[in-house]
């Protein structure tokens, strides 16, 4: 998958030009490669591996939080990266250092002698090798692409397995039906080894059982086995054998709690005993994500929000089924009853009228632009979705002048959320130091 390059990333570029991403439907490159480290996926604490189409970025800083809060170290890997490469790769609570990234480049680079890979195969095998080499309590896993054929399904057993909502998304790789998405994602339960699954349509949750029961792995489903919802300002979580009252998410909207749920879960499932009540209200009320409905105060476009009087939203969302969380959240934000503009840009192959379509019934203003991508959609063309799902959209060239057009509107301060995808969320996040994630 593209991915811009910044430019204080020379190292990554330089990784990305020697080893482009290669696709390969299945593990065989990347675990030769492991293997010749020494298989260091055999060397780490326990795991924790997230799948799904949305919401496995969110679910992730959840169980870290979580964790964290009860004072264990953690290894996390993300994908992709907002502003900096080390984004991606947090060794036992730190974001990689320069210093460490470099070596760990080298001596992979080394190792693999040659052989064929791809960046992100390479990339994992790296971050597997440095988690081995430094003692941490948990190690949490979110998959880049898929699950059965990502290069991050190299783990025999797993702590415990999470899939995420799935919906349609990456269709060029994964799909086109539902079903064959579920397939993918449901790759990485293992055998015996618990999964907790969140809701999901009929047909993709089919697929996900049938994968669980033939491997006999314990399923815990929301919605059936297990469940959470919001009650008097609080999260309800429902386990198979109690009721926990705990914090809101500390992310804003609604979907959050599901999102939430599936980490307190998660953390009860693996069963450390350092994972206490407390630590799940303060992991669930102190998760930190950005680009997941995150509001901008500080930088150039945060700043100007703030001159307005309007408040400033960036997220992620890139698909229908985040579409439908996004108009579920601003619905809620917006019942004071101002003005809501969209400021959206996309990559082409998206479903970009899919995406339009539940947020039709915001009647949000919307503002197509467009991001430094070879492959990212012309404001013209995003424009001509929004019509077909019955929207009507300006354009601008850029984001800088789609928020100043969105915050310059005559009236009340409006609700301003840039969104459209995770790549463009984070070029509006390198706009200043101040917004850079830590």
């Known amino acids: 998958m593209y991915d811009e390059i910044r430019a204080f990333d020379a190292m990554i570029a330089r990784l990305r030009d020697e080893f482009p991403s290669l696709i390969d439907l299945s593990t065989g490159r990347v675990l030769r490669l492991l293997d010749a480290m020494g298989r260091p996926q055999d060397h780490l604490p326990p795991v924790i591996h997230v799948a799904g189409t949305n919401g496995k970025g969110s679910t992730t800083a959840y169980l870290r939080a979580i964790a964290e809060a009860a004072g264990l170290k953690v290894h996390v890997l993300t994908s992709p990266h907002l502003v900096r490469f080390a984004e991606r790769i ?61 290069c991050t399904n190299v783990f025999d057993a797993p702590a415990v397995c999470i899939i995420t909502p799935v919906d349609y998304d990456h269709l060029e790789m994964l799909g086109p039906e539902l079903t064959k998405i579920a397939w993918e994602k449901a790759g990485i339960i293992k055998q015996g080894r618990p999964v907790i699954v969140a809701r999901q349509m009929e047909e993709g949750f089919e697929v996900i059982e049938r994968e669980a029961q033939s491997l006999n792995a314990p399923m815990l489903a929301m919605g059936r086995d297990i469940d959470a919802w919001e009650e008097n300002g609080r999260m309800l979580v429902q386990t198979p054998d109690r009721l926990l009252d705990l914090p809101m998410p500390a992310l804003y909207g609604p979907h959050q709690v599901g999102n939430a749920a599936l980490a307190v879960m998660a953390m009860l499932t693996w069963g450390d005993p350092r994972i206490d009540e407390a630590a799940l209200a303060k992991g669930v009320a102190g998760a930190v994500w950005p680009a997941r409905f995150q509001r901008l105060t500080v930088g150039p476009l945060g700043a100007a929000a703030v001159a307005r009087g309007a408040d400033l939203w960036l997220d992620g969302a890139h698909n229908p089924h985040g579409g439908r969380a996004l108009a579920d959240t601003v619905d809620r934000l917006a019942r004071d009853g101002r003005p809501v503009t969209l400021v959206v840009a996309q990559y082409a192959r998206k479903d970009s009228v899919g995406f339009f379509e539940p947020l039709k019934r915001l009647g949000a203003r919307v503002i197509a632009t467009t ?24 354009t601008a060239p850029d984001v800088t002048t789609a928020t100043t057009m969105a915050l310059e509107v005559e009236g009340p301060a409006p609700h301003v959320i840039i969104c459209g995808g995770l790549h463009f969320a984070g070029e509006v996040l390198a706009l200043s130091p101040e917004t850079w994630p830590t």
């Open 90 to 150: 947090r060794i036992a609570g730190e974001l990689i250092g320069e210093a460490q990234l470099r070596e760990l480049i080298d001596s992979s680079v080394a190792i693999n002698a040659g052989g064929e890979i791809s960046f992100n195969e390479i990339m994992s095998a790296m971050t597997l090798k440095a988690f081995a080499e430094t003692p941490a309590d948990l190690c949490v896993i979110e998959v880049g692409l898929g699950g059965r054929f990502d």
């Open 371 to 394: 991001f430094e991508s070879t492959t990212a959609l012309s404001p013209e063309d995003l424009a001509a979705a929004a019509a077909t799902a019955g929207l009507v959209a300006e």
